[in-house]
């Protein structure tokens, strides 16, 4: 089963990620990239 939401942050590997349904963004806890954004 594969799935299109990222684990991993692109910028510091980090697994530490956060969704935020109000915006609709997926953002690294520890460097601060938002990873995802609009996702519905």
Do not use: A
């Not at 991993?8 to 995802?36: A, Q, R």
Request: charged share 25%; aromatic share 4%; hydrophobic share 30%.
């Amino acid at each position: 089963m594969s799935s299109d939401f990222i684990k991993k942050c692109p910028e510091c590997d980090s697994i530490s990620l956060t969704y935020n349904p109000t915006l609709g963004e997926v953002i690294c806890n520890d460097c601060g990239l938002v990873v995802e954004e609009k996702m519905v």
